[in-house]
């Protein structure tokens, strides 16, 4: 990982966005950091306590493959800060893991527990692998060492995993199971994004992607408007993406455009979001899909619509592309589509962004309640969970709001003091063990 620039002393001017930070996503979480921590006038200590991990754990894995080979693969583990309770955050198998990735995507998770006020600090973990080319078999056998590599670092009351990037229920269960076999009882609480029938929470599947349709909801209204009528274009048609368009299409909003790997469709009267979801649930993508014409997914971003979601991967939208959007709001539904150097083009574009760290916590939130419910030994049902994921949510959105006007800066700043500021004072109230 790049070492970390000088952390900046509090001062009235708000620090420039930084080129450097602009394919480094580390660099871009410190970037946004550093200048929420100038506003609050946060004591240096405090604010280099906060903007370190507490741990990077680095593990060797190795796996015996189908054909009797040894494979060894490397897993990380990084917890950014567990003031305000367990670390959270997925493990995700893919083969552009790295420790720098990790580091940033944890701090962004402590972030974006405190900005909805959940009790639980960031955590995030991740394995270099390409698990396309992996049978189930050989992916059961990675998680299961991965897990116990990890043993005294995940639990309950510690570190609490839930799925990402190509992990998902099946993958959770191993993970319980394997901690549940270490410590001798079954413990659900450990991780999140379970099999209902092992504990896991009605709702929490979709509701990344309801928590992006609620912010959504909540931006649009923000500037006098509804969702009926209004137009947007999603790229990233996985699960966030796909639930999150059909929840807008559902409100009465107008999805002309969506995105996947495989491209874009555009139809200007609108993309029947239902059946394409139903026919990337048959055969995996939207490529073939007869809704709209085919553009790129750069072509899709520059789209002139109300609203604009990116939900597929990081740093779309950069200092080469950001003058082109035409969106009037952005709703981030991915960890980190812009970089910290687009920022201040939106900005004086007029452009309301959504930040990642409100926009996308609807699955932090609901993982929150899985937890709850496990602690407890008692399950909620489904509109229980969606109607207190809507309360979180809107609640979140309001606060961010008017501390970006009472600062009179932007929401993605002012989200980032509201998180700062309640982990500082945690910070405070608990002092430096010496």
Known sequence: MSAPASLLSAQS?????????????????????????????????????????????????????????????????????????????????????????????????????????????????????????????????????????????????????APDVNTGEKVMAWVMDTYSMHVGYTEPAVVTGKPIVLGGSYGRREATGRGVMIATREAVASQGKSLKGSTAAVQGFGNVGSVAATLLAHEGCRVVAIGDRTGALYNKAGIDVDAAAAWVARHGTIEKFDGGDRITNGELLELEVDVLIPAALENVITTKNAHAIKAKIIVEAANGPTTAAADPILNDKGILVVPDILANAGGVTVSYFEWVQNRGGYFWPEDVVNDRLRESMTKGFAEVKELSERHAVDLRTAAYMLAIGRVATVQRLRGVYA
């Not at 921590?37 to 493959?65: F, N």
Request: net charge negative; hydrophobic share 40%.
């Open 13 to 161: 001017e708000i620090p420039a966005a930084k080129q450097s930070s602009e394919n480094d996503p580390f660099e871009a979480m410190a970037n946004r950091f550093d200048r929420a921590a100038a506003l609050l006038d946060i004591e240096p200590g405090i604010a280099r306590m906060l903007r370190a991990p507490e741990k990077q754990i680095t593990v060797s894995i190795p796996v015996q493959m189908d054909n009797g080979e040894v494979e060894v693969f490397t897993g990380h583990r990084v917890i950014h800060n567990t003031a305000r309770g367990p670390g959270k955050g997925g493990i995700r198998f893919d083969m552009h893991v790295d420790i720098t990735e990790v580091t940033a995507l944890a701090a962004w998770m402590t972030w974006k527990c405190a900005v909805v006020n959940v009790p639980f600090g960031g955590a995030k973990g991740g394995v270099v692998c390409d698990p396309l080319t992996m049978s189930p078999n050989e992916l059961e056998r990675l998680t299961r060492r991965y897990t116990a590599s990890l043993i005294q670092v995940f639990g309950p009351n510690s570190d609490v995993p």
